[in-house]
C-alpha cells in the first residue's frame, strides 16, 4: 500500500483517470464516494471524484420562464446533483418555478449512469448548455438528448465525450433556436442512428460536421429536415454504405442551393422517397454514383424542387420510370 506522500507525489490528471476507471469496473467507485477511510487512505477526495468521475453540465435558464428543465428516470434520480445558482446546497428537483431568481443550474451525473437518452426533452426554459467536464466513457445512448429544446440558442461541447454512444436519432429535434453548431468534438465511430438528428433545427444557418465519422451509421431518415435557413451543407466526409434508409434525408432544406454528394455510396439504400421534396433552391444534382438496386420506395423524390434544371441519374435502377414523371412535371429539367 503506498504510503500519502508517495500517492501525493504522482498524483496527476492521468493517474486519477486510471485509479477512477478501475475503480468503476470493480464497482467500487461508490462505495469510495462515500467512504472517507478509503478517501484518506488513497489522498483523495469527493472533489476529486466530481472532478474525473461525473459529468458537469452548466445550464442557463431563460429568465422569468417557468417549467421542467431535465428529464431524470425515477430510478436514476439519486445519480444526479442538481444546484441553483452554483450553490452547494443540493436541489432534488427538476422544476424552475415563477418565484425563483435563477441565473445558473450546475448539473453533475453520476458514473452510473449510462444513457443520456432525452435529458432535456421538451424543456423550453434553456437557453444556453455548456460541458464542463466529461470524462466518461461509458454512455450509449443520446437520442433525443435535446428534443423539443425550443429556446436553446447555444451548445458549448467545451468538454464531451461520445466515444461508446449508438444512438444520436433525434439528438437536436425542434430545437428552432439554435442558430450555429459546431460538433468537431463529437466521436461518431460507433453510432447506428442519425435519423432526425437535426430535424426542423429551422434557425441553423452553420453546421459543422467536418469531423463526424458515419462508417456504422444505417438510417439517415429525417436527418436535415427542415433545416430551412441552411444554405450550405459540408458532407463530403460521409461514409454512406451501410445506410439503409435515406427518405425525408434533405426534404424541405428551402434554400439549400447546393449538395456534393459525390462520396455517397447508396449499395444499400431501400428507402428515398421524399428524398429532395421542396429543395426548392437547388439548381443541379450529380447522382451519377448512386445505386438504387435495393431501393424499393422513390416516391416524390424531387417533387417541388422549382430551380432543379440539370439531374444526373447514371446508375438509377429504373431509370425511365422516374425521368418520365420527372419530365412530366418539369418541363425545363435536363435529365441524363
Given amino acids: 500500500m503506498k504510503s500519502n506522500n508517495q500517492i501525493n507525489n504522482i498524483k496527476s ?15 467500487k467507485l461508490n462505495l469510495m464516494k462515500y467512504n472517507r477511510t478509503i478517501q484518506n487512505r488513497m489522498d483523495l477526495n469527493i472533489k476529486d471524484y466530481k472532478e474525473y468521475a461525473s459529468i458537469e453540465i452548466e445550464i442557463k435558464p431563460v429568465s422569468n420562464k417557468q417549467g421542467k428543465f431535465i428529464d431524470i428516470k425515477k430510478e436514476e434520480q439519486m445519480y444526479y446533483h442538481i444546484y441553483f445558482n452554483k450553490n452547494e446546497t443540493e436541489i432534488k428537483r427538476n422544476y424552475i418555478y415563477k418565484d425563483e431568481e435563477i441565473n445558473i443550474i450546475k448539473i ?3 458514473f452510473k449512469v449510462k444513457s443520456l ?25 443520446m437520442g433525443g438528448m435535446f428534443c423539443g429544446c425550443s429556446s436553446l440558442k447555444e451548445i458549448q461541447f467545451n468538454s464531451f465525450n461520445s466515444t461508446n454512444v449508438e444512438d444520436m436519432s433525434f439528438m437536436f429535434c425542434d430545437c428552432s433556436s439554435l442558430n450555429a453548431l459546431n460538433l468537431n468534438n463529437f466521436n461518431t465511430d460507433n453510432v447506428k442512428y442519425m435519423s432526425y438528428m437535426f430535424n426542423d433545427c429551422s434557425s441553423l444557418k452553420s453546421l459543422n460536421l467536418n469531423n463526424i465519422n458515419t462508417n456504422n451509421v444505417i438510417d439517415m431518415s429525417y436527418m436535415f429536415y ?12 460521409f461514409n454512406t454504405n451501410k445506410v439503409k434508409k435515406m427518405n425525408y434525408m434533405f426534404a424541405k432544406c428551402s434554400i439549400l442551393n447546393k449538395l456534393n454528394l459525390d462520396n455517397f455510396d447508396t449499395n444499400n439504400v431501400t428507402d428515398m422517397n421524399h428524398m429532395f421534396f421542396e429543395c426548392e433552391a437547388l439548381e443541379k444534382l450529380n447522382l451519377d454514383n448512386f445505386k438504387t438496386k435495393k431501393v424499393t ?25 422516374l425521368i418520365k414523371k420527372l419530365k412530366t412535371g418539369y418541363k425545363n429539367i435536363i435529365v441524363k
Avoid at 433545416?227 to 451543407?233: A, F, I, N, R, V
Fill in 117 to 141: 437518452k432525452e435529458l432535456f426533452f421538451n424543456c423550453d426554459i434553456i437557453s444556453s448548455v455548456c460541458f464542463k467536464n466529461f470524462n466518461r466513457e461509458n454512455i450509449n445512448d
Fill in 13 to 27: 490528471k492521468f493517474i486519477l483517470q486510471k485509479i477512477f476507471y478501475n475503480l468503476l469496473y470493480k464497482k
Fill in 108 to 110: 453533475l451525473i453520476d
Fill in 297 to 321: 420506395n422513390m416516391s416524390y423524390m424531387f417533387t417541388f424542387c422549382f430551380k432543379l434544371k440539370e439531374l444526373k441519374l447514371k446508375n438509377f435502377n429504373n431509370n425511365r420510370e
Fill in 226 to 237: 427542415k433545416c430551412s435557413s441552411l444554405k450550405d451543407l459540408n458532407i463530403n466526409n
